[in-house]
Every structure is written in structure tokens, then in C-alpha cells.
Nanobody, 124 residues
Framework: VQLQASGGGVVQAGGSVRLSCAAS????????MGWFRQAPGKEREFVAA????????QYVDSVKGRFTISRDNAKNTVFMQMNSLKPEDTAAYYC??????????????????WGQGTLVTVSS
């Protein structure tokens, strides 16, 4: 499966951004999906993940209540709505996929497919 992330940009603190990740290929509904981010000089970190059918989600504590991950299997797309953005949310955001029907993973090593990053810059 190939992944194409989009939706990044420059936004003021307190603003919102919606990221999208479009997947090519069949059987998208068989894949758990995740969003990760990497800020300059820092390691890649988990942000959010969603199970194959959208029934389970996970979030890193720092984004709970502000970010929402969702998916539309009919459109082969996963989304992440990011509200109340903070300067510390500035990073390149990556979507990832793994063919898996269980509770979604938070470890990046569990994911087999990665999209290119989309940059989100939050200005103070």
C-alpha cells in the first residue's frame, strides 16, 4: 500500500489543521493506521492510531482532547483533526499502515508502510 499525506501548513497557536492520508491499493479496511510526528532534532513519536474498522483509537497524552483520528474506508483515507494547536505541535507528521485487526499499535516499528511527511508549523 502507498500512502500520501497532505494538509499541513502554517497556523497560529490555538488554530486548527486537518491532515489527510490517502492510501492506494486494495484492502485498506484491513489496515490499522497511525500518525506519528518528528520535530527537528527529536525522535519520531507516536501521536494517534486507529483500528481497521475505526472502533478503537489511541492517542499520546499530550494531544488527548485536542486531536481526533478518524477514517473513511470507502475513500481509503485516514484523517487527523488537530485543534487548539500549540507551538510544541510543530513537526513533520507521517501516516503509517499495518495489516492488522487488533488494538492499534503505538510503536512505530510495528508499522510496515509509511507516507511522506507533511509539515505543520504552529506560530506563537
Amino acid at each position: 500500500v502507498q500512502l500520501q499525506a497532505s494538509g499541513g501548513g502554517v497556523v497560529q497557536a490555538g488554530g486548527s489543521v486537518r491532515l489527510s492520508c490517502a492510501a492506494s491499493g486494495r484492502a485498506f479496511s484491513s489496515y490499522a493506521m497511525g500518525w506519528f510526528r518528528q520535530a527537528p532534532g527529536k525522535e519520531r513519536e507516536f501521536v494517534a492510531a486507529i483500528s481497521w474498522n475505526g472502533g478503537s483509537t489511541q492517542y499520546v497524552d499530550s494531544v488527548k482532547g485536542r486531536f481526533t483520528i478518524s477514517r473513511d474506508n470507502a475513500k481509503n483515507t485516514v484523517f487527523m483533526q488537530m485543534n487548539s494547536l500549540k507551538p510544541e505541535d510543530t513537526a513533520a507528521y507521517y501516516c503509517a499502515a499495518v495489516r492488522y485487526y487488533g488494538y492499534p499499535y503505538t510503536e512505530p516499528t510495528r508499522y510496515d508502510y509509511w507516507g511522506q511527511g507533511t509539515l505543520v508549523t504552529v506560530s506563537s
